[in-house]
């Protein structure tokens, strides 16, 4: 744009010096010179105004496509509620993801964050997982008879080979079911973390709390550095 404008103003100084005439120490201006200073203010005006639509049209060009990137941006996961009991006191086996069969107050109610996993577990009843003793508050804008039972069973949404193989490994290696974790994913839908677990003695607790504090040394010792 510099570069543009210093070749407009070197213009005019040409054309003024070819259509200026000095006379009796007096400088005018031909009739021939007028008409090309003004073809050239014309011209000179009409380029910088090409020049300012150029550079709008690469900057709104440069937004709608800063837009674009955004709007083609994945949502990433929010999470609802987590169950931190459960990896403290269980070790993790196996995890799995489920989708939960929810009523609108429930849905709502997830999205303000009121759920909560700490006393929950799951079960499996004639081929069905179900999800028990989670609470959902109530929505607060929603009417009573509308609302719904806060800790009621909830169905778990599984595949049936999967439902087979927590049910066999429940049954035999007597190994419990237990959620870890509910978030929103990218489609916006609920879903419930579960894990196949094993309950922990009181040695084990020791050592993951010992674990857990040796490792926080190493990292305050990490930043120290």
Not at 74 to 88: D, G, H, L, Q, W
Not at 133 to 139: A, D, G, L, P, Y
Not at 145 to 165: G, M
Not at 200 to 224: C, F
Request: with cysteine; aromatic share 6%.
């Amino acid at each position: 744009f510099r570069k543009d404008r210093e070749a407009v103003a070197t213009n005019w100084e040409q054309a003024l010096h070819c259509s200026l005439h000095q006379n009796n120490g007096l400088w005018t201006l031909t009739h021939n010179g007028l008409l090309q200073v003004s073809m050239l203010l014309c011209l000179s005006v009409s380029g910088m105004l090409l020049l300012l639509q150029g550079c709008i049209h690469a900057q709104t060009g440069v937004c709608r496509s800063q837009c674009c990137m955004l709007a083609q941006r994945t949502p990433s996961k929010r999470e609802v509620s987590s169950n931190r009991i459960a990896r403290r006191n269980y070790e993790i086996l196996d995890e799995y993801e489920a989708g939960i069969s929810l009523v609108g107050t429930e849905v709502k109610s997830c999205r303000e964050g009121k759920m909560n996993l700490r006393d929950g577990y799951c079960q499996i009843k004639e081929t069905t997982c179900w999800l028990y003793n989670v609470h959902i508050s109530k929505h607060s804008t929603t009417g009573t008879y509308f609302q719904h039972d806060e800790t009621r069973a909830r169905r778990l949404l599984l595949h049936k080979s999967e439902i087979r193989k927590l049910y066999r490994a429940v049954q035999q290696k007597g190994l419990a079911i237990v959620p870890l974790r509910a978030y929103f994913n990218e489609q916006n839908r609920l879903k419930v973390q579960i894990a196949l677990a094993k309950g922990k003695q009181l040695q084990d607790k020791r050592e993951t709390i010992k674990r857990r504090e040796q490792e926080r040394d190493l990292q305050r010792q990490l930043k120290v550095f």
